[in-house]
């Protein structure tokens, strides 16, 4: 294939490797004063800062190019939940960099943000609007567009934007508890979800899990709603822990990068558990998830490397 054909297919929902590379660089920023090794995060956030700055401009040249494919995505009863990750990824970005460069930090999280509300406001009214949305086509990616803004108030509160950042929890935390019933609801009474989404149920985790962090940052401490939170999103990652046989015997696919996220955010709601409460509980638990999210994401950058190699990647679907 030529190089213009692959980025003919290049899909939008790359963008979850960005979002799955933030959330391990936040994870190891989050846990770098209990392991000492400081150097992780910094060379995460520099090869995630690349990888999304390559698929910016590749997924920019097909939106000049092969404009019609890009529109044809927007269509998609389920590419288009993905559109949203890229203001996703700059608003982790803009978590990633708070730490390290206020400014530019902030200036990731107007644009991110921004772009964020424009794109659940877009979905939405597709969804409202539809005309060939079947209840198949219903699975946890359509999580992304609207319980994305729970990420909002973790960087939005250190910048100052308090009830904007207020604004956008109640959005993502409101829309995940309706879509959470459709999903199961879909589950439980239809056919099983298709071989390559299977990998998005791990998109559970990430709902209650980022909730819990956003909740802390937007309230400043533990209470009983945000206990809530944290042990519902802790309990969906052992229910998936115990499926894993299930997730082994699948072919690898982009979808795969649906592991990553969610588990960097109940990695990440684990050590903040330990930052506020103290508890060693959670300090080991937070050093054993970071082990295997470590291991994950290393594994699917090989797989991905792999794929690409092999020219798996950026073809066109059947």
Known sequence: MSQESRIKFLPVSVFAT???LSGFTIAWEKAQSMTGLSGVA???????????????????SKLTVHRAEVLKELHHPVRLSFFPTVSISLVLLSIATLEINHGLSAALWM??????LLFTLYVLGAWINHEHFQIQHMNPAWFIPVVGNILVPIAGVAHGYVEVSWFFFSIGLLYWLVLLT????????????PGKLVPTLFILIAPPAVGFIAYVKLTGGVDVFA????????????????QLHRF?????????????FPLAAITIATLVMY???GHEFFRGLGLVLLAVLTLVIGMLLVRTARAVMRRE???EEE
């Open 182 to 193: 459709i999903v199961f609801y879909r589950i439980i009474f239809h056919a099983p979800l």
């Open 111 to 116: 644009g991110g943000s921004a772009l964020h």
């Open 313 to 315: 990647i950026c073809v």
């Open 42 to 60: 910094s060379v995460a956030l520099a090869i995630t800062t690349l990888v999304f700055a390559v698929l910016l401009l590749a997924y920019g």
């Open 18 to 20: 960005v979002m799955g």
């Open 248 to 260: 082994a015997r699948l072919k690898f696919f982009l979808s795969w990068w649906a592991y990553s």
């Open 227 to 242: 206990r809530l939170l944290y042990y519902s999103g802790l309990f969906v990652t052992l229910l998936l822990f115990t």
């Open 275 to 277: 930052q506020q409460l």
